[in-house]
């Protein structure tokens, strides 16, 4: 037997006060577009790269993959597609926190996405997706083992826009290379060596100079996880109630973070 609904009366107590409440609640539509719009006019500008697994494995039943793969970087997924697009970069982590829904890296971040590229398009995000942020540089370090290359040509792992300091050292003395007298950079971010300038290479062993490059590139992010993939509510238009996306929120993280060992964060490499 179920319970008895609440039927005591109560006596009505007079009031000058007028109700506040109104005859009707107009409708509380979120307006998705202008959410949009807000992105836009506050956020920075990404491309975004979509992720998809390297195919370069011996066979899917065993998952290996090819060890000097240069199709991924030797990382495993593949980058396809350009496309640029505007979001709001928040909650960027300088030191390794623990909250209540899990732990945060360093060098992570959040980042909310409209829900169309500029031209209209969907846009969505999977893990491993890459994110460039092309208006902004930082500064970045790399050991990079010299290699005579056709046109003199030096590739770092990320597109050059600037070099701070190179240096090497041979035989316990520290040699020194400057940008503008050893070497250029060309359009695409490539070192491109002056002849006659080039480090050292040993034919005999198959070994050049081990240089350190302190260099400035555009920084570069790796889609984590999605933490809003799909968010959805209904929006009236034309006096009918119609389903429309919103904004997506994604955690990031740097691409490129050196610790203790040197090594790169999410690059596969170890």
Same mark, same amino acid.
């Given at each position: 037997?179920?319970?008895?609904?609440?039927?005591?009366?109560?006596?009505?107590?007079?009031?000058?006060?007028?109700?506040?409440?109104?005859?009707?609640?107009?409708?509380?539509?979120?307006?998705?577009?202008?959410?949009?719009?807000?992105?836009?006019?506050?956020?920075?500008?990404?491309?975004?790269?979509?992720?998809?697994?390297?195919?370069?494995?011996?066979?899917?039943?065993?998952?290996?993959?090819?060890?000097?793969?240069?199709?991924?970087?030797?990382?495993?997924?593949?980058?396809?597609?350009?496309?640029?697009?505007?979001?709001?970069?928040?909650?960027?982590?300088?030191?390794?926190?623990?909250?209540?829904?899990?732990?945060?890296?360093?060098?992570?971040?959040? /980042?909310?996405?409209?829900?169309?590229?500029?031209?209209?398009?969907?846009? @969505? %995000? #999977?893990?491993? =997706?890459?994110?460039? &942020?092309?208006?902004?540089?930082?500064?970045?370090?790399?050991?990079?083992?010299?290699?005579?290359?056709?046109?003199?040509?030096?590739?770092?792992?990320?597109?050059?826009?600037?070099?701070?300091?190179?240096?090497? /050292?041979?035989?316990?003395?520290?040699?020194?290379?400057?940008?503008?007298? @050893? %070497? #250029?950079?060309? =359009?695409?971010?490539? &070192?491109?060596?002056?002849?006659?300038?080039?480090?050292?290479?040993?034919?005999?062993?198959?070994?050049?100079?081990?240089?350190?490059?302190?260099?400035?590139?555009?920084?570069?992010?790796?889609?984590?996880?999605?933490?809003?993939?799909?968010?959805?509510?209904?929006?009236?238009?034309?006096?009918?109630?119609?389903?429309?996306?919103?904004?997506?929120?994604?955690?990031?993280?740097?691409?490129?973070?050196?610790?203790?060992?040197?090594?790169?964060?999410?690059?596969?490499?170890?």
């Amino acid at each position: 037997m179920g319970m008895d609904k609440p039927n005591r009366p109560y006596n009505n107590s007079p009031t000058s006060v007028p109700s506040q409440m109104p005859e009707w609640i107009p409708d509380p539509s979120l307006k998705g577009q202008n959410f949009d719009q807000l992105l836009q006019n506050r956020g920075i500008r990404f491309i975004h790269e979509h992720s998809t697994p390297c195919p370069n494995i011996v066979s899917v039943d065993s998952n290996q993959h090819e060890p000097l793969c240069t199709f991924c970087d030797n990382n495993g997924m593949m980058h396809y597609g350009s496309f640029e697009i505007w979001g709001v970069f928040t909650g960027n982590s300088i030191e390794k926190t623990f909250e209540a829904h899990g732990v945060w890296e360093i060098g992570t971040a959040v /980042i909310t996405f409209p829900t169309e590229y500029p031209d209209g398009t969907q846009a @969505d %995000f #999977n893990m491993y =997706d890459r994110l460039t &942020i092309p208006d902004f540089t930082v500064r970045l370090w790399e050991l990079k083992e010299y290699e005579p290359r056709p046109g003199n040509i030096q590739e770092l792992r990320y597109p050059v826009k600037n070099v701070e300091f190179v240096s090497s /050292i041979v035989d316990g003395v520290q040699k020194f290379y400057v940008l503008g007298i @050893d %070497f #250029n950079i060309n =359009d695409q971010g490539q &070192i491109v060596w002056v002849d006659g300038r080039q480090p050292n290479y040993d034919y005999s062993t198959n070994h050049g100079e081990v240089l350190t490059w302190a260099f400035f590139a555009n920084p570069v992010y790796i889609v984590v996880q999605c933490l809003r993939e799909l968010r959805i509510t209904q929006e009236m238009i034309g006096g009918q109630k119609v389903a429309r996306r919103l904004p997506q929120q994604i955690l990031v993280r740097r691409d490129f973070l050196p610790d203790s060992s040197a090594e790169t964060v999410i690059s596969g490499r170890r």
